[in-house]
């Protein structure tokens, strides 16, 4: 494990141990911005999926084409999905890629509070499920709905 990941790791067990609404606003503030804070195990597990493609789709991608527009006011777009929901990731990336998005596909199936926290956000939605800035867009199907209306780009690059 290197070293940013070991301060990550740390600052994560900090932030989980502040109490009251502090610590609520920590620990949301580091949902919305896709965990950048997380435990080892977890860290790992980005690392090793990082390294590995989901059904043709690179992990953190940005679309073909080169830059995402407007990349760096966009709001951070994840994909959350368990092992078991592997093989359908692609078919939200794909939208994604379709969009211009840039995005990240996080595996929660060793995070049992991540996977809490993604059922009560995204009100019991099936895996898997695509947030903006800790808002649930949906599954495959509210994606594309958003992405055919222009909701999706409102919600990623603003209005």
Do not use: W
């Not at 609520?24 to 580091?30: C, I």
């Not at 059922?119 to 808002?135: I, K, W, Y």
Request: hydrophobic content about 40%.
């Amino acid at each position: 494990m290197s070293i940013v990941d070991r301060m990550r790791a740390n600052a994560f067990r900090a932030i989980d141990k502040l109490p009251g609404k502090l610590g609520d606003v920590a620990k949301k503030a580091n949902e919305v911005l896709g965990r950048p804070l997380a435990d080892e195990h977890e860290l790992e597990d980005r690392r090793a999926f990082t390294a590995k493609s989901v059904g043709g789709a690179v992990v953190v991608a940005a679309p073909a084409g080169g830059a995402a527009e407007g990349a760096a006011d966009a709001a951070p777009v994840i994909v959350y999905y368990m092992e078991k929901q592997k093989r359908d990731v692609s078919k939200l990336t794909d939208v994604l890629d379709t969009q211009g998005i840039k995005y990240t596909v996080t595996n929660i199936q060793e995070d049992p509070a991540a996977q809490y926290a993604v059922r009560r956000d995204s009100n019991g939605q099936r895996l898997p499920v695509c947030f903006v800035a800790g808002e649930c867009i949906g599954g495959k199907v509210e994606l594309i709905n958003a992405a055919q209306t222009g909701e999706l780009k409102k919600k990623v690059f603003g209005s």
